[in-house]
Every structure is written in structure tokens, then in C-alpha cells.
């Protein structure tokens, strides 16, 4: 704006000059021009020419407005009625493009109160409410002034053309509100009216999972795919976390019979997701079909070996003896035997049945590249069965103590630690976040760890070297040897159990 300014200032000093310039040249030339009318003759000095050319200009745009105006008229004494209105709407039009244009300079500059005032004018010439509402309901949002930005909405739902902006503009108010229900039903609207937009679509698919509406969710996310804005396959993992959550709500319900069925189809979308074949296996058992139970556990340990998915696999047999359990699990352990949390299962299968140098073997040197509170700790059982002193075994527990806790399901976008898997993230809303991994230095220990070393390192030594301290026994119990309740095992539920034995 500044330097439009400057130029129109320099134009108008360099057009002073040109003329002044012009006319002194015109006099000292000494040319004139002669004008006859009828018998008049006008001899004019080339001074005046020049006005009278400029007046003759002049005279001629005032004659043609003069006639468009006439035309006008005679138009309206014709009949037409709007004749007179359009010749001065013609100019009501540009007078309203260029408020038009300023408010949107404003609004961009954020100047919210101009580009209010700038929109109020443009509408009193232009009569389009679509485009001035827009400027107005933007400025006003800018400007804090929510209550009327929600008029303007309320404006902009009347035209088929703005519903969907108005639609949108009251859904994130309610949103910022926390009305997250009306919130809901309003982008269940604008989603309808645009099923191809990407934002809408992805607010109303996590306002229905953070109110549990499942199904309401997986129909959205149908739509997504079905549309391309979500590629095919993320589309298929997301519809079975959604179908695991359904099926374990009917579980609630009481229907099991319908969750066991809604159970197994999640567990087919995506084999690999942990607690979805936990739950087909559970209803497999249910439906007393350990073979199916075996398959979808088998599948989903070859996809990524984890402890919930080795206790729903003792929990197909609660009642077999160590040795058969070792064998039945070959089943899984002969899948990815390098990974840790094979190892680790395998050396507490060989602890649970008294073989401390195949569980030695089985362990390898996790405890040294891998060092975490479970691997530590089963170290520490494997040296207490084979007979190793104290020392040995108390250095293992006390390096468990501090150890990582290991993998834990960690959300990807906040690195919020859950003790159970969950389709959204607490902390942060996220859907289907949570990936099963060491989270990232500074998260890792919640609870437990250097505080209570002193507690364990000044213990007193044991008083009778010749007899075992029990409590040493108990703390060497491997986590995760015993099965029988999944719920109690496992390294989460383990630090806690250190915490209270040395007092
Ligand atoms: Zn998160």
C-alpha cells in the first residue's frame, strides 16, 4: 500500500512536468489552430488548444454516460423496470468488489475489526451473504468474538452453497467447547455432505472412538476407504481394531456368543494385532477349539512374539505339567527364535521344569546385550538353580532393579507408556498409536528404579549363609513362568513385587 502510494505521488509530479514542459514548447513553437464554425473563426493559441482538447475529452465521457443513462430511461418508459436500478447498480457492484477486496486484504493482514466493517459495506452493495458471510464469520473467529461468529454460521447454514462452511465452523466450536456429542452429530452432517473430505472425516472417526461408537466409527472408516482417503491396508488394520473394540463391548453386554463371532472376524482383518488374537483365542476355548486357538496365537507369535499372547497359550492347557508345557510351546518357540521375548519365554519354560542349564542355554547372553528387569531377573533364577551364591545372585536383582523394563506399549505420536493396549491413545487421542517397544529414554521408568536401590544393596547380609534366604527364592520366582492367571504376570505387574519384598 505504501509504495502504491509513492507512485501515484511520483506519477503525478512526472505528468506536472510533461504538461509544463508541453506548454512552454507549444508557446515558443508559436503554432495555433483555427477553428471555423459556420462563419465564426476562433484562432486559439496552442495553450489553449491543449485545454480544449482536454475539455473536448472530457465532454465527450460525460456525453456518453449522459447517453447510457438516457438509454436507461428510455428502457425504463419502455417497461423495464430494473433499467434505472442496473445502470447505478453497475456502479453499487464495483463499489462492493472493491470492499470485497479490502476486507479479504484485511483479514489477511489480521485486521479483524476493518475486515468485519470492510464485509458490512461489501454486502450493503453486493447482496452475495455466501461471500461476505465468510469474511465476516473468519474475522469474527479471529477476533475471539465467538457469538457471532456462531450468527454467521447459522447465516451460512441457509445456502445450499455454504452449508458445509457453516456446518464445519459451529462443529469446531462446539469441539473447542468440549461438546464433543454435538460435535459429533455435526460432523456426522458435514461428513454426509462431503465424504471426500479428509479433515471431517478423520475428526468425526475419532470423535466416535473416544465415545466408544464403534460401529459408527467403522462405517466412517468404510467410507474413507471406499472414497481413497485412506490407502486399503491401513483401512483394514484400523476396521479390525475397531471390530476387536466391538467385539469386546458385546463381550460386556453379555452376548458372548455374537462377540465370539465378532472376535474371530477381527482377529481375520489383522491377524497380527496382539490382543485381537488373545481375544479369538479366548473364544476359541470358549467354543472348546484349543486347535483354532492354537493356529490364531501361532500365527500372530510369528508376526511379533509377545507375553499376552504366550499366557493365552498356557491358558489353552492350565493344567499340564512343565515338561508338557515345554513341549506344547515348541508350537511357538520354533518362530522366531532369536527374537528376546522367545528366548526369554523358552528359558522360563526350562526354570519352571527344573532344567537351569537348558534355561541357561535357551537365555544365551541376553541378560548382557539385552539387560532388562526380566532378563536380569531370570539370570538371577537361572544362577540361584544352579547353585551360585548370593553375591551372584543378589548383583543379577540389584542390576534388575535399575534395568530397562523393556518392550511396553508406547503411543508412537506422544511416547505415553499404557499398561494395556488401547485403540486410543490416553494422553493424546490418538488412534491405533500404541506399538508394543522400549520407549524412548526419559519415559521408560514410571515407577521403580534408583530410588529403592539403597533398600535392596544395604540389606543386611544373611545371617545363616548355610540356609537360603527365602525372600531371595521368592524374588528370583520368574516373572513369567507360571501362567495360570495372565492378568498377575508379566514384567509390568513385576516391579511392584521387588518393591515390596526387601521391606
Ligand atoms: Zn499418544
Redesign the pocket.
Known amino acids: 500500500m505504501m509504495l502504491w502510494s509513492l507512485f501515484k505521488i511520483i506519477l503525478f509530479v512526472a505528468l506536472i512536468a510533461v504538461a509544463a514542459l508541453g506548454a512552454g514548447w507549444l508557446m515558443e513553437t508559436g503554432g495555433g489552430v483555427r477553428i471555423a464554425v459556420g462563419a465564426q473563426e476562433f484562432n486559439l493559441g496552442a495553450l489553449q488548444a491543449a485545454i480544449v482538447f482536454v475539455l473536448f475529452v472530457l465532454a465527450i465521457w460525460l456525453l456518453l454516460k449522459l447517453i447510457s443513462l438516457l438509454t436507461a430511461v428510455v428502457h425504463f418508459l419502455n417497461g423495464d423496470e430494473t433499467a434505472i436500478s442496473r445502470y447505478f447498480d453497475r456502479n453499487r457492484e464495483r463499489k462492493g468488489y472493491e470492499a470485497l477486496a479490502d476486507g479479504l486484504m484485511a483479514l489477511a493482514s489480521g485486521e479483524e475489526r476493518a475486515a468485519m466493517a470492510k464485509a458490512a459495506r461489501a454486502e450493503k452493495f453486493l447482496h452475495r451473504p455466501e461471500l461476505t458471510n465468510l469474511i465476516t464469520a473468519q474475522a469474527a473467529e479471529m477476533a475471539g468474538d465467538r457469538k457471532k461468529a456462531e450468527d454467521v454460521y447459522k447465516r451460512l447454514l441457509q445456502d445450499e452453497r455454504t452449508r458445509f462452511v457453516g456446518i464445519r465452523g459451529i462443529m469446531k466450536q462446539k469441539l473447542e467447547a468440549g461438546d464433543t456429542e454435538t460435535a459429533m452429530k455435526l460432523a456426522e452432517k458435514a461428513f454426509a455432505l462431503k465424504p471426500r473430505h479428509v479433515e471431517t472425516g478423520d475428526i468425526l472417526l475419532a470423535l466416535q472412538a473416544t465415545q466408544s461408537d464403534w460401529s459408527g466409527a467403522r462405517k466412517t472408516l468404510g467410507a474413507k476407504v471406499k472414497t481413497g482417503a485412506l490407502p486399503k491396508d491401513v483401512g483394514k488394520r484400523r476396521d479390525a481394531v475397531l471390530a476387536l473394540q466391538e467385539a469386546k463391548d458385546i463381550f460386556d453386554e453379555g452376548n458372548s456368543i455374537r462377540a465370539r463371532e465378532a472376535a474371530i472376524e477381527a482377529n481375520k482383518l489383522s491377524p497380527d494385532l496382539i490382543p485381537g488374537a488373545v481375544l479369538a483365542a479366548t473364544s476359541y476355548m470358549e467354543r472348546d477349539n484349543p486347535r483354532y486357538a492354537t493356529r490364531v496365537l501361532t500365527k500372530a507369535w510369528q508376526a511379533q512374539p509377545h507375553p499376552d499372547l504366550a499366557a493365552a497359550f498356557a491358558a489353552i492347557r492350565p493344567d499340564e505339567t512343565p515338561e508338557e508345557r515345554l513341549k506344547r510351546f515348541k508350537a511357538l518357540t520354533k518362530h522366531q527364535k532369536d527374537h528376546p521375548e522367545t528366548r526369554m519365554l523358552l528359558a522360563e519354560l526350562h526354570i519352571a521344569n527344573e532344567d537351569y542349564p537348558a534355561a541357561r542355554n535357551a537365555l544365551g547372553d541376553l541378560a548382557e546385550t539385552d539387560p532388562t528387569q526380566r532378563s536380569l531377573t531370570l539370570m538371577a533364577a537361572i544362577e540361584r538353580g544352579e547353585g551360585g551364591d548370593d553375591d551372584t545372585v543378589r548383583a543379577c536383582l540389584t542390576r534388575a532393579v535399575t534395568a530397562s523394563r523393556g518392550p511396553q506399549w508406547v ?6 507408556i499404557h499398561a494395556d493396549w488401547v485403540p486410543v ?6 488412534f491405533d ?2 506399538s508394543w517397544k522400549v520407549p524412548p529414554e526419559g519415559g521408560a521408568r514410571i515407577h521403580g528404579g534408583a530410588e529403592m536401590l539403597p533398600l535392596l544393596v544395604s540389606k543386611p547380609a544373611p545371617e545363616a549363609p548355610d540356609t537360603p534366604p527365602t525372600e531371595a527364592e521368592a524374588e528370583v520366582e520368574p516373572p513369567h513362568a507360571d501362567y495360570a492367571d495372565p492378568d498377575d504376570a508379566g514384567p509390568a505387574q513385576f516391579a511392584p513385587e521387588v518393591e515390596g519384598k526387601p521391606k
Open positions: 503411543c508412537d505420536k506422544c511416547n505415553q491413545c490416553e494422553n493424546c487421542g490418538a498409536t500404541l
